[in-house]
């Protein structure tokens, strides 16, 4: 951080980060603040603290956090029923379950390609996957050095709404997922009984219709 003032001053330091931070649409760090505010970046991350704790102790339906690197004004957790039944009244979900599901899957297994997303869910990813990454919340991250295949992982908007600073702070769910080698071994395992089985069933399907096909008619002597 530099302490040098990065412009004039043009009002007072916390109503100006006030109203810089009301009308800004991404979370903004103290450096961006400082410039545009004209105060040293130290003061700035100072009455930022201050701002916050100020918050909290009035208990005000909103609060000041720093998330994704930057600070920026989020409604309390305790009115979020409050806030959903605003938001979403008449409206749906703007995430379906599948796709919360696959982003569940990149944000503990990234980075990730599609084929391992696929196997961990057992079902085809590409079009939930269009989608997150239309929405924002999922990035290509390279290549897979082995096979080549494109690898995605979350983006610093997907920290932002689900407001955490980095992945560290991400619940310890990853080592409940299972392993896609594991699950590999597994589905082999399970796909040669059922191919015995299936050739079985045809067999006996084959056996059954010739055992009940009526025998030719034979016309009498009149």
């Known amino acids: ?9 043009l009002a007072e330091l916390r109503p100006a980060l006030e109203a810089v931070l009301m009308v800004a649409d991404e979370p903004l760090d103290t450096l961006a603040l400082a410039t545009a505010v004209g105060y040293p970046e130290i003061e700035v991350a100072e009455a930022l603290a201050a701002l916050a704790a100020d918050y909290d102790e009035q208990g005000r339906g909103f609060e000041l956090r720093n998330v994704a690197g930057g600070w920026r004004y989020y409604t309390r957790e305790e009115y979020a029923a409050v806030v959903e039944g605003f938001v979403l009244e008449g409206q749906q979900a703007r995430l ?3 796709a919360l599901e696959t982003l569940a899957v990149v944000a503990y297994q990234q980075p990730v390609s599609r084929a391992r997303v696929s196997a961990v869910r057992g079902v085809n990813v590409d079009g939930v996957m269009r989608t997150l990454i239309s929405r924002g919340l999922v990035k290509e991250a390279g290549q897979d050095g082995e096979h080549g295949a494109t690898l995605y992982r979350t983006t610093s908007y997907f920290l932002e709404r689900i407001g955490v600073v980095s992945l560290d702070e991400l619940p310890e769910l990853a080592p409940y997922l299972p392993d896609l080698a594991d699950m590999e071994e597994e589905l082999s395992s399970r796909a040669e009984p059922e191919v015995v089985a299936e050739e079985s069933a045809e067999a006996s399907d084959e056996t059954s219709t010739e055992s009940s096909a009526e025998p030719p008619a034979v016309e009498g002597d009149e």
Do not use: G, I, R
Request: proline share 8%.
């Open 1 to 9: 951080m530099t302490d040098e003032v990065l412009a004039v001053p």
């Open 96 to 98: 379906t379950q599948a």
